[in-house]
């Protein structure tokens, strides 16, 4: 029965996550990612985060439907709930499902330590799409907890019992063995998961250099990690440059395609810039979606916040599509795009000049529209 809902939900959230980049294609005037805070409370101390207090408050249910309510009406497509550690929200449950309520897709970050079969029941009841948690080494040290030797359990307990897709990220540079990194991928391979790579940061989201041999395992580990599309295109775009410690130049669309609400429900570029711009979630409209998606941005050449690069990729893929294939795909890297992109890429970029392909592109656009009017 797990395997079955696996299977459906796999399918319908690969269809939910087509529309969302639909959207963003369609429209840049709407948040595609908006990622919460519902608890900054954590019961992990790791000592690199500066994401965390060991005190604080759950934010209110009514004060979170509030918020999630004013993202759906902002157009928000993807809400992720992270911390501190949001498992520790009495009411989280209740919170994905008004994400699920109003249209947007549903995704945690989380340190994983208080998943039982249970809670990972109650996650799928209530609609939960994607779970993630990053790995930080094998066995537990001064450094962080996040370890394969505590979590593993858990793991085991996900790919049993979890509707939802699992994704398992590895962290360069957050231990001092960095070869961890490799089984920790290995492990999430081997039990069916989506596994990709994180780079650590500072506190104000920049790059901390890797060393030559987290550049080696990073290597290694990037034939391990899921080869999709978006990862192949993210690596060559963004990561091939961090892990030698060199700038990327694009245009960071944080406070625009991407909020950070912090738990006092303040709009930030993200979780390492915070107070700028500081303003309240029930006040921020369109037209601070509009100005910040201007906006220059001089930490991005040395950023490391992969899920701002990710939102800021399609809209350089909006804006112009065939350069940023290009980009995304080099020539000589040994990745290409797959069939079905080339063959999109060939119906719809086509060169001015090519009569043929206009009117297949412009037959097979009217049946799209006309499709999706049957459908109402
Ligand atoms: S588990 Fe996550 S939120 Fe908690 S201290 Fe570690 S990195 Fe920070
Ligand atoms: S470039 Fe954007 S995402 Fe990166 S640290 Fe700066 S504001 Fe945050």
Request: charged letters at 25%.
């Amino acid at each position: 029965m797990v395997r079955i809902g696996r299977q459906l939900h796999a399918a319908t959230f690969k269809l939910r996550q087509a529309r969302v980049v639909a959207r963003a294609m369609k429209s840049r005037y709407h948040p595609i990612l908006a990622q919460i805070v519902p608890m900054r409370r954590c019961n992990l101390t790791c000592s690199y985060c500066s994401e965390f207090d060991d005190t604080s408050k759950p934010v209110p249910l009514e004060t979170m439907l509030r918020r999630i309510d004013r993202l759906a009406d902002l157009g928000t497509t993807v809400i992720t709930i992270s911390g501190g550690e949001p498992l520790l929200h009495p009411q989280l449950e209740r919170i994905i499902r008004e994400i699920r309520r109003r249209g947007s897709i549903a995704t945690l970050i989380s340190n994983g330590y208080l998943l039982t079969p249970a809670r990972i029941q109650s996650l799928n009841d209530a609609g939960l799409d994607q779970l993630q948690i990053s790995i930080d080494n094998v066995q537990p040290d001064s450094v962080s907890k996040k370890s394969l030797k505590v979590l593993d359990k858990k793991l085991e307990w996900l790919a049993d019992y979890a509707a939802f897709e699992v994704n398992i990220n590895s962290v360069m540079g957050t231990s001092a063995r960095p070869e961890d990194a490799l089984v920790v991928a290995r492990r999430g391979r081997e039990l069916r998961f989506e596994t990709t790579i994180g780079i650590v940061h500072d506190n104000q989201g920049q790059l901390r250099p890797l060393s030559e041999l987290e550049c080696r395992i990073y290597q290694e580990l990037s034939k391990i990690a899921s080869r999709s599309f978006a990862s192949f295109a993210y690596y060559n775009q963004f990561q091939k440059n961090l892990i030698l410690a060199k700038p990327n130049h694009w245009s960071c669309r944080a406070g625009s395609r991407y909020l950070y609400i912090c738990e006092y429900g303040l709009v930030h570029y993200c979780s390492q810039q915070r107070g700028h711009p500081g303003i309240p979630l029930e006040q921020y409209s369109t037209k601070n979606l509009e100005h910040e998606y201007r906006t220059e941005k001089s930490c991005a050449p040395l950023c490391t916040i992969s899920c701002v690069h990710q939102v800021s990729m399609l809209d350089q893929f909006r804006e112009k599509p065939r350069e940023s294939l290009q980009s995304f795909f080099p020539r000589g890297s040994g990745h290409v795009p797959p069939a079905v992109v080339r063959a999109l890429a060939w119906l719809f970029l086509p060169p001015e000049e090519s009569t043929p392909r206009k009117l297949i592109t412009q037959a097979l656009t009217r049946a799209a529209l006309w499709s999706m009017k049957l459908q109402g």
